[in-house]
Every structure is written in C-alpha cells, then in structure tokens.
C-alpha cells in the first residue's frame, strides 16, 4: 500500500451470498443455496433452483448490501417452481431502499424453533471484539433493543484470546434468559465466527437470524459481514468482490487514486476535500451549521501532490451538484503549493462550468500558494482558518439563490 494506515476503514458491506460462503469456509453452517441473476432467469430460474438440488417450499431472497429485506419485501417464500419462476422474474430489477436488485438468492426454507441472533463487531469504546447475543433475534430485533434489553447480552472478547472460553456462552446464555441446551454448539459456532472475525479483518460479522431446529441444531439464515477496506489489500479474494456491489461510480474512480469518495446529501451543493476525516467532519458541521449542504466529502490522505489534488478536484467538480470546492488542507507533509497548483490545473480545465473553489490551506509554503492563486486570475478563494472559509462559502451560496437550504 503506498500510505499504509493513513485514515480510518471504511466497511466493505458483502453481500449476504457473499458472507455465507465465508461462513461455509469457516465451519459455519448455513444452507446451500443458489445465485439467480438475469441471465439465470433467462435460463430458467427454476431449472438452476432443481440443478443445485433444492427442494420447495424456498426462499427467495433480495441480493441488496442493507438489512431489514425482510420488512421492505426483499424475502419471499415460494412453495412450488411455478412461483419462484413468477416471484424471481418479480424481485429482480426491483428497488429496495434506492438499491437495485441484480441478484437473488435461493435456499430452501427451514422449520425454525427459534431465532436467535448473534454478532461479533469491532467496539471502538472498548477497543476490543464485542460479542453480542440475543435469544429473541429476527427480523424484529431492533424491537427487543427497545423493549426488553436485557435479552441482550454484550460481552467484550479480549482480543489477545483466539479462543472464545466457555464461560462467556454461559454468561451470554444467563444473562438473557436462555435454555443451555444448544451451549455446546453455540461454544462452537462463536469461535468459527471469532476466527473468521480475524480472519478477514472484519468490523461486524453478524448472523440473524441464528436458526434454533427442533433438535436443537443451529444454522445461520442470514449473513452480514463487513470488512475493514484497509485490509483489502491483502484479501484478493473479497476485492474480486466489488464488482458486485452497488457503489457510486465516484466512488470507484476516486479509489483508483487511493481517495476516499464519501457521498452525503443528494441535494447538497458543497464539496469538502481534506487531508483526514477527523478535519472533513469538523467542515462538514461548520457548513452544516450555516445551513447549508454537503453534497459529498472526499479524504485526500497525505503527501499529495499537484497532480493528486488536481484529479481530486475534477472529480468533485464533475459532480453536476456540486457548485462550489472546499479545499481544507493542513499542509504538514501536504505542501500548500502543490495544492494550490493542482486546484489550479483542475479549475483551468472546468473555468466554463462557472464553479467555485474556496480553498484554506496552513503550513509549509503558504504564502507560495497564496501567490499561485493570485496570479492564476481563477474562481478561487483563498480564506484564513474554518470559520472564515465558511463564511466564504455562505456568501457563494446566498450569491447564487441557494438561500437556506
Ligand atoms: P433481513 O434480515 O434482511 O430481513 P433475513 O434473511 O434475515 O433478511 O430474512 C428475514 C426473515 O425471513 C428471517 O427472520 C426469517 O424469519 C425468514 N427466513 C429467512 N430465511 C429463511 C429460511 N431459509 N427459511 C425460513 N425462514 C427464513
Ligand atoms: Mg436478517
């Protein structure tokens, strides 16, 4: 990696196919399934359905990076081929939450006892794994959170352990209430998730619902597992992933350059560049404060260049909502004259879109990039500390009919 650690991970969401062939690698039982894509249908969804050697009644379930399918109609249940062919044809193309659906996926459906739910994430108040359980899990798990907590168990795992003692699943298990005739297989399926957990460098790995049979055997219906994007450097096998999921195009195209593209207001009119996510979120409120919108936020990392900025620029400026830059820049490895420059050849190459850039910048070479911009004669800014660089931008805003917004 060419800035190794130099900001924050971002999570890579899989998708729940995606986290099931994790749990399958890990010892953690799922239930085969299969993947249904357009051309599958095409194909005959339901010939591919018998191929993998399922059988009805199946489910068949939205391929989206967000939770909650269930209640938005991303889950449905087909008893015979006749339905799942109608029901796959239905569900493919449809909109969950401003995500379309590309992909289903097929599995059988399951008599369920019980559903549980259970978690591993990274708690940064802890600094530690947390291990959360809960024996009343589901689809309406945000409602037991609500009205009963205490069928919610929270215990950090101490990160230097790799493995899960026994007391903590019978900790878990008194805690909320819980039967201990499934501890023996809970003990086991945690520690497949803690190993997995490290494995692959993960913020959240979740199962919900944990599936309790009538014998008491446990198998995980849906998988949630989120990657800290840091680490995709060394996961070959998740990055190969990406293509599948659902991600602003500026997204991608500021990753090639090793940015960090963060959309936020849709109707936002301001663009946030900084060199640290801690600076980002302060300008973001500041604006946020004036009332005005951040349309979206990028991190520049450290060190860069003219030529970074500058492509840092054009893509913030290609956003067709976004009238006026933020540059925020505290030029400690940074130099201000290598930002002033690159803003410059961005703005050079856009003057005729009649968009602004409002840039602050502090440290080494100030006052060379203060000169650069002067003589540049280009819509450009250049303010002294936050608080007077929003302002600037307030003034842009009001000059423009934007108005509170
Ligand atoms: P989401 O969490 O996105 O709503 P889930 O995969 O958890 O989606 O499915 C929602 C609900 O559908 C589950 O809580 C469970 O009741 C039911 N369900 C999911 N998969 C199966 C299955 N294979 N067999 C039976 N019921 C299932
Ligand atoms: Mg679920």
Redesign the pocket.
Request: aromatic share 4%; charged share 35%.
């Given at each position: 990696m060419e800035h190794p650690g130099r900001r924050a991970g971002v999570p890579m969401k899989l998708l729940?196919y995606q986290a099931a062939s994790l749990f399958e690698k890990h010892g953690v039982p799922i239930?085969k399934g299969v993947v249904i894509d357009s051309a599958a249908l095409a194909a005959g969804a339901v010939k591919k359905i018998e191929e993998a050697g399922l059988a009805f009644p199946v489910?068949i379930?939205a391929q989206v990076q967000?939770?909650?399918?269930?209640?938005a109609g991303?889950?449905k249940?087909a008893e015979n081929a006749e339905e799942a062919e109608k029901l796959c044809a239905r569900m493919l193309g449809m909109d969950i939450r401003g995500f379309k659906v590309k992909e289903l996926l097929v599995?059988?459906?399951?008599e369920?006892a019980r559903?549980w739910y259970l978690s591993i994430m990274l708690d940064r108040y802890t600094k530690s794994p947390l291990l959360i359980f809960s024996p009343v899990g589901?689809?309406d798990i945000e409602e037991t959170a609500r009205t009963s907590p205490g069928r919610i168990a929270r215990v950090p795992l101490n990160p230097m352990e790799k493995q899960t003692p026994l007391y903590v699943i019978d900790y878990v298990l008194d805690k909320t209430g819980t039967d201990k005739n499934c501890r023996a297989a809970l003990l086991d399926l945690v520690q497949k998730l803690y190993t997995l957990f490290f494995a692959y460098y993960t913020m959240l790995v979740e199962i919900?619902?944990l599936?309790v049979d009538a014998r008491g055997a446990l198998t995980a219906?849906?998988g949630k597992i989120e990657i800290d994007d840091n680490a995709l450097p060394f996961l070959p096998d998740i990055s190969a992933w990406r293509d599948k999921l659902q991600e602003d195009a500026d997204v991608i195209e500021a990753r090639k350059s090793d940015f960090l593209f963060i959309p936020i207001e849709d109707d936002g009119s301001v663009g946030v560049m900084s060199n640290g996510s801690g600076m980002l979120m302060s300008c973001i409120d500041l604006i946020s404060k004036k009332g005005m919108k951040v349309h979206a936020a990028l991190d520049l990392g450290g060190g860069a260049t003219a030529e970074r900025i500058a492509e840092a620029v054009r893509i913030m400026l290609g956003r067709p909502k976004i009238t006026a830059v933020f540059i925020c820049v505290f030029g400690g490895i940074t130099r201000c004259d290598e930002v002033a420059r690159g803003a410059c050849i961005a703005m050079r190459k856009n003057e005729a879109a009649g968009k602004q850039l409002i840039l602050r910048i502090e440290g080494t070479n100030k006052d060379e990039a203060a000169r650069i911009v002067a003589e540049s004669g280009l819509p450009i800014t250049v303010a002294e500390g936050i608080p007077k660089s929003v302002e600037a931008i307030f003034a842009l805003h009001q000059k423009e009919g934007g108005g509170a917004q």
């Open positions: 729940e239930q489910v379930k967000i939770g909650g399918r269930g209640k991303g889950v249940f599995v059988e459906k399951k369920i559903e589901g689809m919900n619902p599936a219906l849906d």
